[in-house]
């Protein structure tokens, strides 16, 4: 009933289908993990029927430019793939462990307010990914009967395990507004507390909304009433009536915004004002070069495109620079350690408590030691305005590692880096090979010749294969 500047169209496959062709694919036939790693003696676990297993949907979006350099032409693309693959193969792009599941739509409302029209486009894509995941709903309230690559058919069930984004579109996922956790109830004036805020479980969010008496045909006044708890203003979320999917425990953390992004964001700018820039930034110019590492030769201070790839280096040296350097005090150098400790520890592949107990206690050091990065005057705002807050999402969002780790265990598995990758294999080399015009058709149409090649080519190397063995 909102008009929009230009048609809106949607475009997706079977979701179901997506998750079929994976499992039954002949190249993941002995990289599927479909026995539990942890055996569970509670009463939720006779909830599963006998010789059922799960599926654990793995789910990414996120806007990303089809065109380089010119145009401005985006693309919203939804990807979709399964947990039950083996990390290292999943991780690996040449795989092709992540397919393209839907093309959401990016609509320009006609509205004279303008977060209105922010809350109608986030309605649109509740409303889209509703339509796209409703197979998989069913089939994970109900079951659905795949065959494996062998031939044999298994009953299978399809929560939702994950869902990798960055922090912008988690938080419109999760249907609360900016300066808000989409994972905890915490405040982004709680955003420096020490401790892990409760959860924002899925009956709580689906109870504030069910408060809301206002007909949502009234767009002000419901937004109004929404912003009273904190909402976005999101009336459905595509989650409500997904069994077992809850955004507390689907929205994982992940390293390349949650910790590189933070640390170059954040952490190198107080050490650039401590230390001094042109002195930190000389630091780094005249390290000795090492086999294996970045090596900075012009230092940091003119870089003007920094990847993730160099976020995570600049992480090497960092504590080593500030060590003992003009301006610093040992628990400026504390308090950056700790941040670095709990980065690295947070990734390593197999977690024991030991190495839990290690992150848990490097956050907390840090706690114990960030009043002296406000102390010093490190933290800058716009216009170079001193700041004496915390009022960081990223930083309360690392009082969920460690929830999150007990919840879909090793981090690893749900790299943003890995669906950036993706993204250029299923957006931009597409993209390239249009006429540049009415994009969206055009790329579902190359990947859907793509596939058949490909499939074509597999079935002649199974048939090969079966005919050298007779």
């Given at each position: 009933?909102?008009?929009?500047?230009?048609?809106?169209?949607?475009?997706?496959?079977?979701t179901?289908?997506?998750?079929?062709?994976?499992?039954?694919?002949?190249?993941?036939?002995?990289?599927?993990?479909?026995?539990?790693?942890?055996?569970?003696?509670?009463?939720?676990?006779?909830?599963l029927?006998?010789?059922?297993?799960?599926?654990?949907?793995?789910?990414?979006?996120?806007?990303?430019?089809?065109?380089?350099?010119?145009?401005?032409?985006?693309?919203?693309?939804?990807?979709?793939?399964?947990?039950?693959?083996?990390?290292?193969?999943?991780?690996?792009?040449?795989?092709?462990?992540?397919l393209?599941?839907?093309?959401?739509?990016?609509?320009?409302?006609?509205?004279?307010?303008?977060?209105?029209?922010?809350?109608?486009s986030?309605?649109?894509?509740?409303?889209?990914?509703?339509?796209?995941?409703?197979?998989?709903?069913?089939?994970?309230?109900?079951?659905?009967?795949?065959?494996?690559?062998?031939?044999?058919?298994?009953?299978?069930?399809?929560?939702?395990?994950?869902?990798?984004?960055?922090?912008?579109?988690?938080?419109?996922?999760?249907?609360?507004?900016?300066?808000?956790?989409?994972?905890?109830?915490?405040?982004?004036?709680?955003?420096r507390?020490?401790?892990?805020?409760?959860?924002?479980?899925?009956?709580?969010?689906?109870?504030?909304?069910?408060?809301?008496?206002?007909?949502?045909?009234?767009?002000d006044?419901?937004?109004?009433?929404?912003?009273?708890?904190?909402?976005?203003?999101?009336?459905?979320?595509?989650?409500?009536?997904?069994?077992?999917?809850?955004?507390?425990?689907?929205?994982?953390?992940?390293?390349?915004?949650?910790?590189?992004?933070?640390f170059?964001?954040?952490?190198?700018?107080?050490?650039?004002?401590?230390?001094?820039?042109?002195?930190?930034?000389?630091?780094?110019?005249?390290?000795?070069?090492?086999?294996?590492?970045?090596?900075?030769?012009?230092?940091?201070?003119?870089?003007?495109?920094?990847?993730?790839?160099?976020?995570?280096?600049?992480?090497?040296?960092?504590?080593?620079?500030?060590?003992?350097?003009?301006?610093?005090?040992?628990?400026?150098?504390r308090?950056?350690?700790?941040?670095?400790?709990?980065?690295?520890?947070?990734?390593?592949?197999?977690?024991?408590?030991?190495?839990?107990?290690?992150?848990?206690?490097?956050?907390?050091?840090?706690?114990?030691?960030?009043?002296?990065?406000?102390s010093?005057?490190?933290?800058?705002?716009?216009?170079?305005?001193?700041?004496?807050?915390?009022?960081?999402?990223?930083?309360?969002?690392?009082?969920?590692?460690?929830?999150?780790?007990?919840?879909?265990?090793?981090?690893?598995?749900?790299p943003?880096?890995?669906?950036?990758?993706?993204?250029?294999?299923?957006?931009?080399?597409?993209?390239?090979?249009?006429?540049?015009?009415?994009?969206?058709?055009?790329?579902?149409?190359?990947?859907?010749?793509?596939?058949?090649?490909?499939?074509?080519?597999?079935?002649i190397?199974?048939?090969?294969?079966?005919?050298?063995?007779?």
């Open positions: 009933s909102h008009p929009t500047k230009s048609p809106v169209h949607l475009h997706f496959q079977d179901l289908d997506c998750i079929e062709s994976l499992f039954n694919h002949p190249y993941f036939i002995d990289k599927l993990d479909l026995t539990p790693q942890q055996i569970f003696e509670t009463a939720e676990r006779s909830q029927p006998l010789g059922a297993t799960l599926f654990g949907v793995v789910l990414s979006s996120d806007k990303t430019n089809i065109t380089a350099m010119t145009g401005g032409r985006i693309a919203h693309p939804l990807l979709i793939s399964l947990a039950n693959i083996k990390m290292d193969i999943q991780n690996k792009a040449s795989n092709s462990a992540f393209l599941a839907a093309l959401l739509p990016i609509p320009e409302f006609i509205h004279p307010v303008s977060c209105i029209c922010s809350v109608l986030d309605q649109l894509i509740h409303r889209c990914l509703d339509i796209v995941l409703e197979p998989l709903k069913q089939a994970a309230q109900l079951g659905w009967m795949m065959s494996d690559p062998a031939g044999d058919l298994c009953l299978c069930y399809t929560p939702l395990a994950a869902y990798i984004v960055d922090t912008p579109e988690a938080t419109m996922l999760a249907c609360i507004q900016g300066l808000t956790s989409p994972i905890t109830m915490a405040m982004y004036k709680n955003f507390d020490p401790f892990w805020h409760p959860p924002r479980l899925r009956s709580v969010t689906l109870a504030q909304l069910a408060t809301i008496k206002v007909d949502i045909s009234d767009m006044a419901y937004f109004a009433q929404c912003k009273e708890y904190c909402l976005s203003g999101v009336a459905l979320p595509f989650w409500c009536d997904w069994v077992l999917s809850d955004p507390s425990r689907f929205l994982t953390p992940e390293a390349l915004h949650h910790w590189f992004c933070m170059f964001d954040h952490n190198l700018k107080w050490c650039l004002r401590i230390v001094g820039h042109e002195e930190l930034d000389f630091y780094l110019a005249i390290l000795q070069p090492v086999v294996g590492h970045h090596h900075f030769g012009t230092g940091v201070l003119k870089l003007k495109q920094v990847t993730g790839r160099a976020q995570c280096d600049m992480q090497q040296y960092i504590v080593a620079l500030i060590s003992g350097a003009s301006g610093t005090s040992p628990a400026f150098v308090a950056v350690r700790a941040l670095m400790d709990f980065r690295y520890l947070s990734q390593v592949p197999v977690l024991t408590n030991t190495v839990c107990q290690k992150i848990s206690a490097a956050l907390k050091d840090f706690h114990d030691n960030k009043h002296v990065i406000i010093l005057g490190s933290r800058h705002g716009k216009k170079n305005v001193v700041l004496d807050n915390w009022y960081i999402p990223k930083l309360e969002l690392m009082q969920s590692v460690m929830p999150s780790i007990s919840n879909v265990g090793s981090l690893l598995q749900w943003t880096d890995m669906t950036k990758h993706a993204h250029i294999m299923l957006i931009k080399d597409p993209g390239d090979a249009t006429n540049h015009n009415n994009y969206d058709p055009q790329i579902c149409c190359f990947l859907d010749r793509v596939e058949k090649c490909r499939l074509f080519d597999v079935g190397h199974l048939s090969l294969a079966e005919a050298s063995c007779i």
